[in-house]
């Protein structure tokens, strides 16, 4: 069964620090990884990765893709308070006519000022 | 350009009692999908269309669960009888099958409480 598991699920730190998100899964047909940022809402999209070691970079987010260790990392630095919300690490497969997302649990991330 | 429009966007129910919800996918997306997401979990994959064809929907419980999306651009997903363990958000999202961008876009979801 396909899987996508996320850690740590819940963060409290302080304005300013840096945080390091992870994901990792265990999919068959492998496409793409996809972080989404969740608050009130819907999950907006933030990254999609597809290759290995190539470094997606937005403002004071980062993140990474690892296709050995199957896994990846959200780095988010200068934390704000806006930054708190549900982060959540998606898988893309295909195959057999299926081809959608799984989801990890996500990781709430709090920001305290 | 507008997004994924969704309604209702809460709907307080009985159990037993039908419910229906409604998206709009953003003009031009051919895929459309379904998801439900429970309380502390990632969204879960119910149904998946390409056009007007369901092309994956292994994960939706048939026999509670419909959905249809008629001429290929709006999507009813219907629950009947509806039961405790749906209380849920059902988010709807669209992408675009063109140069295999695999971004999904999602709606504001209908919070769906089933007393």
């Known amino acids: 069964e396909d899987k996508v598991v996320q850690s740590p699920l819940s963060l409290v730190v302080h304005e300013g620090d840096t945080v390091t998100l992870n994901c990792s899964y265990e999919?068959?047909?492998?496409?793409?990884l996809l972080w989404y940022k969740q608050e009130k809402k819907a999950p907006t999209f933030l990254f999609m990765l597809t290759s290995s070691g190539i470094e997606k970079k937005s403002g004071r987010l980062s993140s990474i893709l690892d296709k050995k260790e199957l896994s990846s990392i959200l780095n988010i630095t200068a934390t704000q308070t806006g930054d708190s919300a549900i982060y959540l690490c998606?898988?893309?497969?295909?195959?057999?006519?299926?081809?959608?997302?799984?989801f990890g649990k996500g990781t709430h991330l709090i920001i305290q000022p | 350009e507008a997004g994924v429009v969704q309604s209702p966007r809460y709907k307080i129910i009985e159990k037993k009692q039908p419910v229906a919800f409604w998206c709009n996918p953003i003009s031009g997306h051919n895929t459309l999908y379904w998801y439900r997401q429970n309380l502390g979990q990632g969204p879960e994959l119910l149904i998946r269309y390409e056009n007007e064809e369901a092309v994956d929907d292994s994960q939706l419980p048939k026999d509670r669960f419909s959905a249809e999306r008629l001429k290929g651009v709006d999507s009813t997903l219907k629950i009947q009888p509806a039961e405790l363990g749906d209380s849920a958000v059902y988010l709807c999202?669209?992408?675009?099958?063109?140069?295999?961008?695999?971004?999904?876009?999602f709606g504001p979801g209908t919070r769906l409480t089933v007393l």
């Open positions: 999202a669209s992408s675009s099958l063109a140069g295999g961008n695999n971004e999904q876009f």
């Open positions: 998606a898988v893309r497969y295909s195959g057999g006519g299926a081809d959608g997302l799984t």
């Open positions: 999919v068959t047909n492998f496409r793409s």
